[in-house]
Every structure is written in structure tokens, then in C-alpha cells.
């Protein structure tokens, strides 16, 4: 596909694995109490349980209302995420400011249904009340190399919802090797993805700091083509602050700190606020501290 011909992937050998030791040793300076407080802000709190109920949700959603009051020192948390049938509950419950309401769509977690329903879907959930809409790239057709169909699929769902953020999720572990995870990344950006996310959660392995150095340079690499920044979405047991800086520090080492904000880094979490709040109070305490807020 001439698109991916336009991109040279730029690892050899092993020099992802000596970038990821490099990430870590670096990150432990990036460990402090402002860049916990900072991921935070970050995070898309996420609930994707098939036993979720409208008052799980609508609890949810009063904890990020209160949360600021409670917490005048921390930003709150950048988005609620949510399967679409929730999206109304949270759009009625949700009274905190500048949160986004994002929703998965489009056949999530699979994707393996037709592109008229993940349209549909995906119309849908903007309609309730989305603002942004994590969808997940046709795995197979990738992995059969049908690229320009899983290019299509992605536009359409795009051109679908115009200006609202589509996040395009590769299930960066399914795909076999970092080369397959360069190419869904390409692909995703070229065909309007505003952001690229590691993996629903749902398959093993999920996020990893391999996938996040693949797609971080892809990102770097579209920019330069095109002078468009594309977000970046770390997801799927990322659950401690140590995790959650190891990522920050992916962006800041090979993006930048123009990407180290919630318009451009998110993490997907459903039990990391609690443990970055859990961690900074141990810091500043000097005691083990759990705190279960959310």
C-alpha cells in the first residue's frame, strides 16, 4: 500500500529493547509527586465491565464531580469511558468541568462485525452525548495484510463523526511483531485517527513500553510529514504510578513536552487514580497509604 511505502520503519536489530532500558533508568528521575499529579490529569477513567450497572456509572461519575472539590491541589481526570449504552448516564450524571464523555465503539472489543454497524454505532454514541469515541482497528485484515481495508474502515467511522476525537486502538499485542505495530499506526493516523491506543484491555499482552516506543516514533514521523500532532493512549494494566511515569517518560524522550498534556497523552485506567493517589500520599506521609477514592 503506496501509503505505508512513505514511511521507513526506523528499528534495527536491538534497539528497542536497549530504548526500553533506557526508558526505565530514566524514568525513576521522572518519579516524583508533580509528574504523579500530572499523569493523573491524564487518565480516561474507565469502566468496560459487561456487569456494569447505570448506578455503578452514575457513582462513577459523582466521584469525578466531587473530586476537585475534595482535591483543590489535583486537576481532575481527563475523560469518563464507557461502553455506548452508558453514554446517556454519564452525559445526565456528569456536572464536573472540562471532562470528555468517551465511549468505545464500533464492535469493541473484537471489531469483528460489519462497517455499516460500526458506523451506525458509532453515530449513535455521538449522538448521545460522546465526545470522543475509542474504536479498534480490523485486527485480521491487518494481520492478512489487507491494509487498505483496514484503512477504509477506520475513515469511514471518521468521516462519520467529523470533528469529535477518534481513538484508534490497535491491540498493539495481537499484532505479532513492532513492524506490524508500525504499520496499524500509520495507517490509523493517515486515515484520521486523532489518537493511537496500545490495546483494549481485554487480550494479553496489553500495553507495553515496546508498543509505546513503535507507535511514539510513528507519531514523530507522521508530525513530520504532515505538521499534525497525533495523540498517544497507553491502555490496559497500566495500574501504578511507576507504569503510568514510565509512559510519560516515552513521550517526553521522543515526542516532547508539547505532547505532555491530556490533548495529546491520555492513559486508559480503571485502577490507576486510586493508586497514583495512594502513592503520592505515601510519599508525602512517608507511609504506606491505600486510598480508594473512585
Known amino acids: 500500500m503506496k501509503i505505508l511505502e512513505n514511511y521507513k520503519y526506523p528499528f534495527s536489530g536491538n534497539q528497542i529493547e536497549q530504548k526500553i532500558i533506557e526508558i526505565k533508568e530514566k524514568s525513576k528521575s521522572n518519579y516524583t509527586v508533580e509528574n504523579l499529579k500530572k499523569a493523573f490529569s ?6 468496560l465491565n459487561s456487569t456494569d450497572k447505570v448506578s455503578e456509572i452514575e457513582a462513577m461519575c459523582q466521584k469525578v464531580n466531587t473530586f476537585s472539590k475534595d482535591n483543590p491541589d489535583f486537576t481532575n481526570v481527563a475523560a469518563i469511558c464507557v461502553y455506548p449504552s452508558m453514554v446517556e448516564t454519564v452525559k445526565k450524571t456528569l456536572t464536573a468541568k472540562n471532562i470528555e464523555i468517551a465511549a468505545v465503539s464500533a464492535g469493541f472489543p473484537s471489531a469483528q462485525t ?3 454497524i460500526k458506523k451506525l454505532e458509532s453515530e449513535i454514541a455521538i449522538k448521545k452525548g460522546a465526545d470522543e469515541l475509542d474504536i479498534v482497528i480490523s485486527i485480521g485484515e491487518l494481520l492478512s495484510g489487507n491494509y487498505q481495508k483496514v484503512y477504509d474502515e477506520i475513515k469511514i467511522v471518521k468521516d462519520a463523526i467529523g470533528t469529535h476525537h477518534l481513538k484508534v486502538i490497535l491491540e498493539s499485542g495481537a499484532l505479532e511483531n513492532p513492524e ?14 486523532d489518537f493511537i491506543k496500545t490495546s483494549t484491555g481485554k487480550l494479553q499482552p496489553a500495553a507495553t513500553l515496546e508498543a509505546a516506543i513503535v507507535m ?3 507519531i514523530k514521523a507522521f508530525n513530520i510529514k504532515h505538521n499534525k500532532k497525533i495523540g498517544f493512549k497507553p491502555a490496559g494494566g497500566v ?7 514510565e509512559y510519560y517518560t516515552v513521550m517526553k524522550e521522543t515526542l516532547g513536552n508539547d505532547w505532555l498534556n491530556s490533548k495529546l497523552f491520555r492513559i486508559g ?3 490507576l487514580a486510586n493508586n497514583i493517589l495512594s502513592e503520592i500520599s505515601s510519599i508525602e506521609s512517608g507511609i504506606d497509604v491505600k486510598i480508594k477514592y473512585f
Open 42 to 47: 491524564f487518565i480516561d477513567l474507565t469502566s
Open 114 to 116: 460489519f462497517i455499516e
Open 180 to 193: 506490524n505495530i508500525w504499520k496499524a499506526s500509520i495507517l490509523a493516523m493517515e486515515a484520521g485517527a
Open 216 to 218: 511514539s516514533e510513528a
Open 239 to 245: 495500574s501504578t504510578g511507576h507504569q503510568a511515569i
Open 269 to 271: 485506567a480503571s485502577s
